[in-house]
């Protein structure tokens, strides 16, 4: 099971970023995967999930609106689409997936059991 972030980057206050994960070793058509962020000197939190059956999405309060996620199961990719963005984003952002155990959309990131290595934003002007 492997998960690779990337489209981090640093942008200016109300920009926008596309990030992807790929993945592999197994079919996002069965496991949630979920974005989440950690800024330094603050807990991880759960940005944004997408489940795997009906493609329901979640966001946390502060991203609803702005940010986006997606998939493309053909080429076992998940996007967050982050619009207006600001300088409370700036975070390294890990994607994770619900296997082997997880089939459903959590908030908390002991539940998703592998993750990828986290690609850095940094919304400053």
């Known amino acids: 099971v492997q998960l690779v972030e990337s489209g981090g980057g640093l942008v200016q206050p109300g920009g926008s970023l596309r990030l992807s994960c790929a993945t592999s070793g197994f079919s996002l058509a069965y496991y949630p995967i979920g974005w989440f962020r950690q800024a330094p000197g603050k807990e991880r939190e759960g940005v944004s999930c997408?489940?795997?059956?009906?493609?329901?999405?979640y966001y946390i309060e502060s991203v609803k609106g702005r940010f986006t996620i997606s998939r493309d199961n053909a080429k076992n990719t998940v996007y967050l689409q982050m619009n207006s963005l600001k300088p409370d984003d700036t975070a390294v952002y890990y994607c994770?997936?619900?296997?082997?155990?997880?089939?459903?959309?959590?908030?908390?990131?002991?539940?998703?059991?592998?993750w990828g290595q986290g690609t850095q934003v940094t919304v400053s002007s």
């Open positions: 994770a997936t619900g296997f082997p155990n997880r089939y459903s959309c959590s908030a908390y990131g002991t539940d998703f059991g592998s």
């Open positions: 997408i489940n795997r059956r009906d493609g329901s999405t």
